[in-house]
């Protein structure tokens, strides 16, 4: 009796546990089309021309306005430096940046930094949703020349591919799907574009591109 008690009380234990080590799964931070916009005071702009989930279906997540009165917005781009340890798993989630200066988009954490409160983060618990499927043009080790419109070397044994998986599996979670590698499969030429930020695009007012 006495050891089928001190059974029962390590299951419940253990579930308790359990419970308190969930992982935290760090949803999208703005609806299915949308991204961040920092020239809308980071909120949610219509971006119809990229996605960052794999996930047919999506729903508006966890908007910037979710923050408590006290508490700051804190973005955090996933480079070299992003420390995912500081991150506060509580109101944390995940998303695109669009810059004015910048071609492309930028994935990023953002979540609420509450400040004075004694409240501890669920640091080491974070969970990266699966990023959408993208292509790298050439092998690893080499970079593309828009000039010579082929590969060449990047004087490094990294890519962007390598990088962003090294930097997320180390520290999360991540299920990130497999890269393609290699140039796209055209019926007739390849025909590759260089956008030049200064002529050829038109940042509107509500913070998207043309």
Same mark, same amino acid.
């Given at each position: ?6 059974? +029962?009380?390590g299951?419940?234990?253990g579930q308790?546990?359990?419970?308190? +080590?969930?992982?935290?799964? #760090?949803?999208?931070?703005c *609806?299915? %089309?949308?991204i #961040?916009? #920092?020239k809308?005071?980071? /909120? ?7 996605? =960052?989930?794999t996930?047919?279906?999506?729903v508006d ?5 979710? !923050? ?11 480079d070299?430096? /992003?420390?995912?340890?500081? #991150?506060? *798993?509580l109101?944390? !989630?995940v998303?695109l ?5 910048t071609i *492309?988009?930028?994935? =990023?954490?953002? &979540? ?5 409160? %004694?409240?501890e983060?669920? /640091?080491?618990s =974070?969970?990266?949703p699966k990023?959408?499927k993208?292509?790298?043009c ?5 970079? &593309?020349?828009a @000039?010579l419109?082929d590969c ?14 090294d930097? $997320?599996?180390?520290?999360? @979670?991540?299920g $990130?799907t497999n890269?393609?590698?290699?140039p796209?499969? !055209? ?5 590759? &574009?260089?956008?030049?930020?200064? /002529?050829?695009?038109?940042? =509107?007012? @509500?913070?998207?591109?043309?």
């Amino acid at each position: 009796m006495f050891g089928f008690s001190l059974l +029962l009380l390590g299951l419940v234990a253990g579930q308790s546990l359990q419970e308190d +080590l969930q992982v935290k799964k #760090i949803a999208k931070c703005c *609806g299915r %089309g949308e991204i #961040i916009s #920092i020239k809308e005071n980071f /909120t949610c702009v219509e971006e119809k021309s990229t996605e =960052l989930h794999t996930s047919s279906k999506e729903v508006d997540w966890v908007h910037f306005n979710d !923050c408590a009165v006290s508490g700051n917005i804190s973005i955090v781009e996933l480079d070299r430096s /992003t420390d995912l340890e500081q #991150i506060d *798993g509580l109101s944390a !989630c995940v998303d695109l940046l669009h810059e004015e200066n910048t071609i *492309g988009f930028v994935p =990023l954490v953002a &979540y609420c930094r509450e400040e004075g409160d %004694g409240r501890e983060s669920a /640091t080491g618990s =974070l969970e990266i949703p699966k990023f959408a499927k993208f292509g790298v043009c050439c092998p690893r080790g080499r970079k &593309y020349d828009a @000039n010579l419109r082929d590969c060449i070397s990047s004087g490094s044994g990294e890519d962007s591919a390598d990088f962003l998986f090294d930097l $997320l599996r180390q520290k999360s @979670n991540i299920g $990130l799907t497999n890269f393609v590698r290699g140039p796209p499969k !055209c019926k007739h030429a390849i025909v590759d &574009y260089v956008i030049d930020i200064e /002529t050829d695009l038109e940042v =509107l007012h @509500n913070g998207s591109i043309q």
